[in-house]
């Protein structure tokens, strides 16, 4: 009788462990079935989201572009936009100088600014600094001067704007 016992004994634990076996392969298996479900869907949503993403960058394109006339806010010059401001800087090589215009603008409709002081900081290539103002020519709709030198090499120019009280400032640079 005692080896039966221990032959019944042997064989629950043989199928005690047979069966624990295939339950941790089958919580494994659903396990990594998970998983890939979870990153199946994170992938779409990832996918969704970045698809989102591109038609509101393209829908906004499209709406700042019926609220500009890029032909007149846009004089191929080095742009900064800083707060409600549009800064365009253009410099023309003269032959006794450099012709330099600035477009101050504002709004989304690129309004002119035609009521500020403004003034150019020059460092030329040498080192020496020079600060010139700039006039308002209302025919060009737009600040300009002359810098005349004949010094080769790269400008950079500050270029501040006092609008009623309001500081605006921009950094630009041209090669003479």
């Known amino acids: 009788m005692r080896s039966l016992n221990r032959n019944s004994q042997l064989n629950l634990q043989l199928v005690f462990i047979t069966l624990a076996s295939t339950g941790l392969l089958f919580l494994g298996a659903c396990a ?20 989102t993403e591109t038609l509101s960058k393209s829908e906004n394109i499209a709406k700042s572009e019926k609220n500009i006339d890029h032909s007149q806010s846009s004089k191929g010059g080095q742009v900064v936009e800083t707060g409600k401001y549009h800064l365009e800087f253009v410099s023309e090589k003269e032959q006794t100088g450099t012709h330099l215009d600035f477009y101050l603008q504002t709004g989304d409709t690129h309004a002119v600014v035609t009521n500020a002081k403004v003034t150019a900081d020059i460092q030329s290539p040498d080192g020496k600094q020079t600060t010139i103002p700039l006039a308002y020519d209302a025919d060009g709709k737009h600040y300009a001067a002359k810098l005349n030198t004949g010094v080769s090499g790269q400008y950079q120019v500050k270029i501040n704007a006092d609008i009623a009280g309001e500081k605006v400032n921009g950094r630009f640079n041209f090669n003479r």
């Open 32 to 51: 990594n079935k998970a998983a890939n479900s979870t990153s199946n869907s994170n992938s779409e949503i990832t996918t969704n989201t970045t698809k």
